[in-house]
């Protein structure tokens, strides 16, 4: 099975601050990555799909970039409702794996 | 506008087998690459993938619980359901049904926490 390796697992950062986090295969997977944001008691909500286009009605503040292992996630200017855990997913293979997350707060 | 519903027993003892129902609308099933998943979420641990099940039946499980996993579908009631054989407390989690589309787990569920304790 593909590993999904996040880094690192959990960051704190301010409102308005530029935050980027990254994700690893454990081998090449194209552009077949996903970034979902999760919040406590709510349905898990995709962000990113296919590495860097972003899912229709979320914020042009999130950006992903980044193609064959190596992959980006970033908000430009961090805004309360940010604050959460953040996935990435590889669909390359049929076996689907995630990455461990990581955690953005205060 | 899609929609995902869990549902299922709150609370199941060890070695029981575990029956979750994902129910759904907004869309159909029978439609070419749609692709339905259960992916679950323990207490303070991350997201792990489980099962999927395609839009022509065509069944994938994740390695490690491939023997104590069925996915099935009733396309006719708008249905997919997973069991579990042999629960244990680890597998105590958060359940949730997505929609994919290609590899892209594009609507979920709001989830079903399941604990396993005797």
């Known amino acids: 099975d593909i590993q999904m390796t996040q880094s690192p697992s959990s960051l704190s950062a301010s409102v308005g601050d530029r935050v980027s986090f990254t994700c690893r295969s454990s081998q090449n997977i194209d552009n077949y990555l996903n970034w979902y944001q999760l919040k406590p008691g709510k349905a898990p909500n995709l962000l990113i799909y296919a590495a860097s286009i972003l899912q229709s009605g979320v914020p042009s503040r999130f950006s992903g970039s980044g193609v064959g292992t190596d992959f980006t996630l970033t908000i430009s200017s961090l805004q309360p409702e940010d604050f959460a855990t953040y996935y990435c997913q590889q669909g390359y293979t049929p076996l689907w794996t995630f990455g461990q997350g990581t955690k953005v707060d205060i | 506008q899609v929609t995902l519903k869990e549902s299922g027993p709150a609370l199941v003892k060890p070695t029981q087998t575990l029956t979750l129902t994902c129910t759904f609308s907004?869309?159909?099933?029978?439609?070419?690459?749609?692709?339905m998943s259960w992916i679950r979420q323990p207490p303070g641990q991350a997201l792990e993938w489980l099962a999927r099940i395609d839009w022509d039946g065509e069944t994938f499980y994740s390695t490690t619980l491939k023997s104590r996993l069925t996915i099935s579908k009733d396309t006719s009631k708008n249905q997919v359901v997973l069991t579990m054989t042999n629960v244990d407390p680890v597998d105590t989690a958060t359940y949730y049904c997505?929609?994919?589309?290609?590899?892209?787990?594009?609507?979920w569920g709001q989830g079903t926490l399941v604990t396993v304790s005797s």
């Open positions: 907004g869309f159909s099933f029978s439609t070419t690459g749609v692709r």
């Open positions: 997505a929609r994919g589309v290609g590899g892209i787990l594009k609507d």
